[in-house]
């Protein structure tokens, strides 16, 4: 059955993740009229690209992103408060307890885990798969592809992503060098700060005793934050392109894939008679 006109409007979302490519989908779908949006993340989140990351709501309470605002949530069921206040609601729920508290409409994986933690097409009445991992229809609804290039963003209905390259895309050349990751497990301490300009072999932070070099020039586009990580995590990103503004914007990537579910809900709430 269609939903009337503007109805989208009334569509409860929850996105599992709250990170990077997670806050691109909310800030896509909040801007499109779908403002009814929780947000499901870890109390530690691993984020890199905090500017841009509605995840740092469970730190500092708020994040805003792009002039839309992310409010931290004690509990799932206190939602309609931050609805109200035209904020996205942040839970602190890594076991997605609150998808049984508020049963919403529409369910969106974000996780980027590169495989399927758990999400089944039965957690709502339309659920979302983003990137590898998932299969169309069996276990989400849609597919949404997360992998640079051609298909960036494109929805899946029958199948499934492309498989995970472990390569971040290139920028001006560079591919996996702007990526830098922790040598060892430990305690990251910052030199640098987000935003910083850098050169080649600057250093920019500590892993524990451990130093953490600019692998060229660049701006420090990503920067985790001074907290326990595991050997070979993700801590920081250098970005070629040198421009702080981007610092402060979501991603070419991030915008692709949230059009991409914005697509897939639109089509599959807005269908009139006889549209498949």
């Not at 779908?29 to 469970?58: H, T």
């Not at 206190?78 to 076991?95: K, L, N, S, T």
């Not at 997360?146 to 895309?169: F, K, W």
């Not at 991030?254 to 059009?259: D, S």
């Amino acid at each position: 059955m269609p939903l009337e006109k503007n109805s989208v409007a009334e569509l409860s979302v929850i996105i599992k993740g709250a990170g990077e490519m997670a806050s691109g989908i909310a800030h896509r779908l909040y801007r499109a009229g779908i403002q009814r949006i929780v947000m499901l993340d870890m109390p530690r989140p691993l984020c890199v690209r905090r500017f841009v990351s509605f995840c740092e709501a469970i730190h500092d309470g708020v994040a805003e992103v792009e002039g839309v605002t992310g409010q931290l949530v004690d509990d799932a069921s206190r939602v309609d408060a931050v609805w109200r206040a035209g904020r996205i609601a942040v839970v602190v729920d890594p076991e997605w307890k609150s998808i049984a508290v508020l049963f919403p409409d529409v369910v969106i994986d974000a996780i980027m885990a590169k495989r399927n933690l758990g999400t089944r097409r039965d957690e709502a009445s339309f659920v979302v798969g983003v990137g590898p991992g998932f299969v169309a229809p069996r276990d989400v609804h849609v597919v949404v592809e997360s992998n640079r290039g051609h298909d960036l963003g494109r929805v899946i209905y029958d199948g499934m992503a492309e498989p995970y390259t472990g390569l971040p895309g290139e920028m001006k050349g560079v591919g996996k060098e702007r990526v830098l990751r922790s040598p060892v497990a430990g305690r990251v301490r910052h030199v640098h700060r987000m935003g910083d300009e850098v050169k080649k072999g600057d250093l920019v932070l500590y892993v524990g005793e451990e130093p953490v070099y600019a692998p060229f020039d660049g701006v420090l586009r990503g920067l985790i934050r001074e907290m326990d990580v595991e050997i070979a995590e993700k801590v920081g990103d250098v970005d070629p392109r040198a421009k702080k503004d981007y610092c402060y914007t979501i991603s070419d990537k991030a915008r692709g894939i949230g059009g991409g579910v914005l697509e897939a809900i639109l089509h599959e709430y807005n269908r009139g008679p006889g549209q498949a």
